[in-house]
Nanobody
Framework: QVQLVESGGGLVQAGGSLRLSCAAS????????MGWFRQAPGKEREFVAA??????YAADSVKGRFTISRDNAKNTVYLQMNSLKPEDTAVYYC???????????????????WGQGTQVTVSS
């Protein structure tokens, strides 16, 4: 079992920044493929960003604004969000693919473990 705990959400004005953190349990974190997803009210959960095998990926809607990174010494993955827009408002979830299966990184079913989510609200 892998436990994931997100933090860093909150209320921010459009154009502002937030950094989300996701702390993971386990002794082999460096091997985990990690992803961030989000879900807005009335919408399906959507891919935001992922990192695996040293490569990072981002959805077109956040490319150039959001950056995923990880600190394996701290068992933590981050999502730096800049130039936030009202349409970024959602609950953000951290997810882990353990062990990495090579399935599409942008699909939610690829991931085995999920955090509880953290709310991000961007006001206009």
């Amino acid at each position: 079992q892998v436990q994931l705990v997100e933090s860093g959400g909150g209320l921010v004005q459009a154009g502002g920044s937030l950094r989300l953190s996701c702390a993971a349990s386990g002794r082999t974190f460096s091997s985990y493929a990690m992803g961030w997803f989000r879900q807005a009210p009335g919408k399906e959960r959507e891919f935001v960003a992922a990192t695996r095998s040293g490569v990072t990926y981002a959805a077109d809607s956040v490319k150039g604004r959001f950056t995923i990174s990880r600190d394996n010494a701290k068992n933590t993955v981050y999502l730096q969000m800049n130039s936030l827009k009202p349409e970024d408002t959602a609950v953000y979830y951290c997810a882990a693919d353990v062990p990495p299966k090579g399935s599409p990184y942008y699909l939610a079913p690829t991931y085995d473990y999920w955090g509880q989510g953290t709310q991000v609200t961007v006001s206009s």
